[in-house]
């Protein structure tokens, strides 16, 4: 398959982990980092920021795709699939994600919650992107 439509598959899937993470997951204490919005205000903000989130998620899965038909003779898992996507998706989270948001939050305590969300939420995102890529550029 294509590394283009394995990407934008790979995007969807990180769009609706997105969803759940911050949507159900993360709700409990993260209310101070949030806006107070009015039902009106809220209506306005929401459409255009689940499109600006689709977007993104978009892009974040076709790059992905394209880093990891990349970089995928390179992984320990030669035959591909779910297990070299998620070690491909582990690699990249590690030193980017895991290391600036655990740094940024030694000096931002107030933030610590909210970086440790973010850390974990990523991780979850891109193993599930390199599930989807592992498995459908194999």
Same mark, same amino acid.
Do not use: C
């Given at each position: ?8 598959? %790979? !995007?969807?899937?990180? =769009? &609706?982990?997105?969803y759940v993470m911050w949507g159900k997951v993360f709700t ?7 806006? *107070? +919005?009015?039902?009106? *205000?809220?209506? %306005?903000?929401?459409?255009?920021? $689940?499109?600006?989130? #689709?977007? &993104? %998620? ?9 880093? =990891?038909? *990349?970089?995928?003779?390179? +992984?320990?898992? *030669? #035959?591909?699939?779910? +297990?070299? !996507? $998620?070690?491909? !998706? ?21 933030? @610590?919650?909210?970086? @440790? ?8 995102? $891109?193993?599930?992107?390199?599930? %989807? ?6």
């Open positions: 398959m294509s590394w283009i439509i394995a990407g934008l598959i %790979a !995007g969807v899937v990180a =769009y &609706l982990v997105d409990k204490g993260m209310e101070g980092f949030a806006e *107070q +919005l009015t039902p009106e *205000q809220m209506k %306005a903000f929401m459409g255009p920021a $689940m499109v600006k989130s #689709a977007v &993104l %998620a978009l892009v974040f899965g076709v790059l992905f795709a394209w880093f =990891y038909n *990349q970089f995928r003779p390179s +992984l320990w898992a *030669q #035959a591909g699939g779910p +297990l070299a !996507g $998620m070690e491909f !998706g582990t690699v990249l989270w590690l030193p980017t994600i895991l290391l600036s948001t655990m740094g940024g939050s030694v000096w931002w305590t107030r933030l @610590r919650p909210l970086h @440790r969300a973010t850390a974990w939420s990523w991780l979850i995102r $891109m193993n599930a992107a390199g599930v %989807a890529v592992g498995l459908l550029m194999k």
